[in-house]
């Protein structure tokens, strides 16, 4: 099974097949509305615009599993986005991540690609580190937080992994080698 096998759901309920995205730079990513990490969006969409007519992709798939930092509605969200940041990307239904409830895409993104960490030099890595460490650590290559990014290549495998304290220009270096 590859990532051209899932359907997932976009932001008004309907059945999308990633096959559709087929022969694409993929970047997949889980988000939230009230986060630290939220100010990535404006870096994501200038990705996106830069390369998207070279055949980037970025798909957000939003997730409340993590201190609550994405309550609102699925079209709430998608507001919240295009207002703030005029995000013109797809962005998805609502979905867990993690545990038994989560949606098979990430569980299969996890299992492709595992944790390697925060980067140590991000402001955020400590804090994140420390609350971890109150958190059931039961599936280490679980995703951690918002905003973690997983890339893939034209062929539908999974290349990448970047957790949100990955420095966004890491993140465009990766896919600009992909296109």
């Known amino acids: 099974m590859g990532i051209y096998d899932y359907k997932v759901k976009n932001v008004s309920g309907e059945e999308v ?3 559709s995205y087929a022969g694409k730079v993929v970047l997949i ?7 630290g ?11 996106y615009e830069k390369y998207a007519d070279q055949g980037l992709e970025i798909l957000d798939f939003p ?4 201190a609550n930092q994405a309550p609102e509605s699925n079209e709430e969200i998608a507001s919240f986005c295009n207002v703030q940041f005029g995000i013109r990307f797809p962005i998805f239904s609502k979905i867990d991540v993690n545990g ?3 949606e098979p895409l990430f569980t299969y993104l996890k299992s492709q690609q595992k944790f390697k960490g925060f980067d140590k030099k991000h402001p955020l890595s400590s804090v994140l580190i420390g609350m971890l460490g109150k958190i ?10 918002n905003f973690t990014k997983f890339l893939v ?13 990955d420095d966004m220009e890491l993140v465009e270096e990766k896919i600009k080698e992909l296109l």
């Open 17 to 19: 097949s990633l096959s």
């Open 63 to 66: 997730c409340n599993q993590f």
């Open 29 to 35: 990513i889980n988000s939230a509305t009230r986060c």
């Open 37 to 47: 990490f939220t100010p990535q969006y404006a870096e994501l969409e200038k990705i």
């Open 100 to 102: 038994e409830n989560a």
């Open 136 to 145: 059931n650590k039961a599936n280490e290559d679980d995703i951690k937080w």
């Open 153 to 165: 290549d034209r062929q539908g495998n999974v290349v990448s992994r970047f957790e949100p304290t």
